[in-house]
């Protein structure tokens, strides 16, 4: 099974700043014959359900504040925000949906303001 | 809209169909996944099965013991969960797999496991 690791597993950043979480992959997640890595990006505030922020690594779902941002390839990525807002306070998580075998979210970044 | 139901207290060892109502989308056209959150934990996939229900499959951790199935008639998804343990109380989504995995969840059911 693909074991899914984000890091650190709390951030705090001070409002306008740049915020950076990091999900690395047990192994590749990047389908060759597509060239797309399988790997989505989730916000999650305090009683409500997930929201997809980013998919295919770093595709913005139509609506999400271009603040957001996805990058790596591979075994390795990152979600950026890039001017930090108080609204953004969340716990943000990665997913891999590669495998057949079934989906794996990592354990989740808590972001919260300095 | 996806509106979860079916939810409840059941004893360990209990049995609970959740369902999942799905409307505003071609229900037909996608994969769907059950996904929990245990109180205060992440998040863990549970199961998906594609959109003709040709495909399904489980984690670990519910293998055996919970079945996925649909209605495309009645835009429906439900997962029958048997032998409850403690460890299955979460709150239980179901998504829609469609620009990526998960990408539309409802708001969830809250199933507990207790005696």
């Known amino acids: 099974d693909i074991v899914m690791t984000q890091s650190p597993d709390s951030l705090a950043v001070s409002l306008g700043e740049r915020a950076t979480i990091n999900c690395k992959s047990s192994q590749s997640v990047l389908f060759s014959s597509n060239n797309k890595n399988y790997l989505a990006w989730y916000q999650q505030k305090p009683g409500q359900p997930p929201k997809l922020l980013i998919y295919?690594?770093?595709t913005r779902r139509s609506g999400v504040p271009d603040r957001f941002s996805g990058s790596g390839s591979g075994t390795d990525f990152t979600l950026t925000i890039s001017s930090l807002q108080a609204e953004d306070v969340a716990i943000y998580y990665c997913?891999?949906?590669?495998?057949?075998?079934?989906?794996?979210f990592g354990q989740g970044t808590k972001l919260e303001i300095k | 809209q996806l509106v979860e139901s079916g939810g409840g207290l059941v004893k360990p060892g209990g049995s609970l169909r959740l369902s999942c109502s799905a409307s505003?989308?071609?229900?037909?056209?996608?994969?769907m996944s059950w996904i929990r959150q245990a109180p205060g934990k992440g998040l863990e996939w549970v199961s998906y099965?594609?959109?003709?229900?040709?495909?399904?499959n489980y984690a670990d951790s519910v293998k055996g013991r919970f079945t996925i199935s649909r209605d495309n008639a009645k835009k429906s998804l439900y997962l029958l969960m048997n032998s409850l343990r403690v460890e299955d109380t979460a709150v239980y989504y179901c998504?829609?797999?469609?620009?990526?995995?998960?990408?539309?969840w409802g708001q969830g059911t809250l199933v507990t496991v207790s005696s």
């Open positions: 998504a829609r797999d469609g620009v990526a995995a998960a990408d539309f």
């Open positions: 997913l891999q949906y590669y495998s057949t075998r079934g989906y794996t």
């Open positions: 295919w690594a770093s």
């Open positions: 505003g989308f071609t229900f037909s056209d996608y994969y």
């Open positions: 099965i594609s959109s003709s229900s040709t495909y399904i």
